[in-house]
């Protein structure tokens, strides 16, 4: 099993300079890729294979990229991959080629789950955790359960019966959403440290009583997993926004209660502290 996670820096890097980089601490050139900035290194029954690529104009029109660039504080000009194979202990691996690759670059992490990391975010993740450096906290205990009960809260969109989940799915996709990290169906959003996980209920779900806004049940619902860090509500309320301009539909609060769409924007209006909670 293998897994990727990158830096990226905001200079050109020579891709010979990331290989040399790789030598030096004990890692030798991939045999199966006999070019500059391809490396590994191997150590304890781990491995991590390293390449270098620029970051072109054409990628500035993805979300991650644009990402990368609000982290550095100017445009990304070079990635480098770095593909995990064996746990933990490639994960050391990793972070000793990132910091090595800190002290003579400025350059932020992508980890695991496509979250961008500075490096005092990242020596501080080394500082308190036996392992699992490229992960963010909430993926440090992976039960669904203790995510809702610590760390999310859900909202609920109530859609007709005939606007099928997908359709949501591709509308967050189309505002940079990815595939839920944890390999589960749906898609996330994150902008910085917001995060939104979306993710559908059961077809025909009739959980709330006959409503003018969307005809008569059963009604199609998508979960709104809102996490708990700075700026995740307002991103679901982006979120509510952008379906509400495709379909009509209700909002079931955080204790599912319902709202409007224009209850939603009202409780932003007056900067509540729990948009979905009035």
Same mark, same amino acid.
């Given at each position: 099993?293998? %897994?990727?996670?990158?830096?990226?820096?905001?200079?050109?890097?020579?891709?010979? %300079?990331?290989?040399?980089?790789?030598?030096?601490?004990? #890692?030798?050139?991939?045999?199966?890729?006999?070019?500059?900035?391809?490396?590994?290194?191997?150590?304890?029954?781990?491995?991590?294979?390293?390449?270098?690529? #620029?970051?072109? !104009?054409?990628?500035?029109?993805h979300?991650?990229?644009?990402?990368?660039?609000?982290?550095? #504080?100017?445009? $990304?000009?070079?990635?480098?991959?770095?593909e995990?194979i064996?746990?933990?202990?490639?994960?050391?691996?990793?972070? !000793?080629?990132?910091?090595? $690759?800190?002290?003579?670059?400025?350059?932020?992490?992508?980890?695991? $789950?496509?979250e961008?990391?500075?490096?005092?975010?990242?020596?501080r993740r080394? %500082? /308190?955790?036996?392992?699992?450096?490229?992960?963010?906290?909430?993926?440090?205990?992976?039960?669904?359960?203790?995510?809702?009960?610590?760390?999310?809260?859900?909202?609920?969109?109530?859609?007709p019966?005939?606007v099928?989940? !997908?359709?949501v799915?591709?509308?967050?996709?189309?505002?940079? #959403?990815?595939?839920?990290?944890?390999? &589960?169906?749906?898609?996330?959003?994150?902008?910085?440290?917001?995060?939104?996980?979306?993710?559908?209920?059961?077809?025909?779900?009739?959980?709330?009583?006959?409503?003018?806004?969307?005809?008569?049940?059963?009604?199609?619902?998508?979960?709104?997993e809102?996490?708990?860090?700075?700026?995740?509500?307002l991103?679901?309320?982006?979120?509510? !926004?952008?379906?509400?301009? &495709?379909?009509?539909?209700?909002?079931?609060g955080?204790?599912e209660?319902?709202?409007?769409?224009?209850?939603?924007?009202? /409780?932003?209006?007056?900067?509540?502290?729990?948009v979905?909670d009035p």
């Amino acid at each position: 099993m293998s %897994a990727n996670v990158h830096f990226v820096s905001s200079e050109v890097v020579d891709p010979a %300079a990331v290989q040399a980089l790789v030598v030096s601490l004990g #890692g030798g050139h991939d045999p199966a890729h006999d070019e500059p900035g391809e490396a590994t290194l191997v150590r304890d029954g781990a491995g991590v294979n390293v390449s270098t690529r #620029g970051v072109a !104009e054409a990628d500035r029109k993805h979300a991650h990229v644009a990402a990368w660039d609000r982290a550095l #504080g100017s445009p $990304a000009r070079t990635r480098v991959t770095i593909e995990l194979i064996g746990g933990d202990p490639a994960q050391w691996l990793a972070a !000793e080629i990132v910091l090595a $690759a800190a002290d003579r670059w400025h350059l932020v992490i992508d980890d695991l $789950a496509d979250e961008v990391v500075t490096v005092p975010d990242f020596e501080r993740r080394l %500082a /308190r955790r036996q392992g699992g450096f490229f992960l963010p906290d909430d993926r440090l205990d992976p039960s669904p359960a203790a995510r809702r009960r610590h760390r999310t809260k859900d909202a609920t969109l109530l859609l007709p019966g005939d606007v099928p989940a !997908e359709g949501v799915f591709g509308l967050v996709r189309s505002l940079g #959403g990815r595939p839920v990290p944890d390999g &589960h169906a749906g898609v996330a959003l994150s902008r910085g440290t917001a995060r939104v996980w979306v993710h559908a209920r059961p077809p025909g779900f009739a959980g709330v009583p006959p409503q003018d806004v969307l005809g008569a049940p059963p009604y199609n619902a998508v979960v709104l997993e809102v996490f708990e860090a700075d700026g995740s509500q307002l991103l679901a309320v982006e979120l509510v !926004e952008a379906a509400a301009v &495709h379909w009509p539909l209700l909002v079931q609060g955080f204790r599912e209660q319902l709202m409007t769409v224009d209850d939603v924007r009202a /409780r932003v209006a007056m900067d509540a502290d729990d948009v979905f909670d009035p």
